[in-house]
């Protein structure tokens, strides 16, 4: 069974940084696209990054150039960069692969000025 979990969330201030971890169990990591998405209050669950198993990484708009992906297939780990935190950063942040069709429990960031 796959299973995902993330960490690494907590309270920032804007232009702060958090780095977020997911450890994942029960695949072969290393073959497979990691993604992570985030979830605002009131909000849709939207991608965040991605990157593939060949190293190709993508990202919404919203976070290029301030958010990093990146992986260690040793470790079966993939994190997530964030510098220059804004207000609107914050969010439940998940990590999701396509060898499994659930989710995690998600971990909080949070924001403020």
């Known amino acids: 069974q796959v299973q995902l979990v993330e960490s690494g969330g907590a309270l920032a201030q804007t232009g702060g940084s958090l780095r977020l971890s997911c450890a994942g169990y029960?695949?072969?990591?290393?073959?497979?696209?990691m993604s992570w998405y985030r979830q605002a209050p009131g909000k849709q669950r939207e991608m965040v990054a991605q990157i593939f198993n060949n190293g190709f990484t993508n990202y919404a708009d919203s976070v290029k150039g301030r958010f990093t992906i990146s992986r260690d297939n040793a470790k079966n780990t993939v994190y997530l960069q964030m510098n220059s935190l804004k207000l609107e950063d914050t969010a439940v942040y998940y990590c999701?692969?396509?060898?499994?069709?659930?989710w995690g429990q998600g971990t909080q960031v949070t924001v403020s000025s």
């Open positions: 029960g695949l072969l990591f290393r073959d497979y696209r």
């Open positions: 999701k692969t396509p060898a499994s069709t659930s």
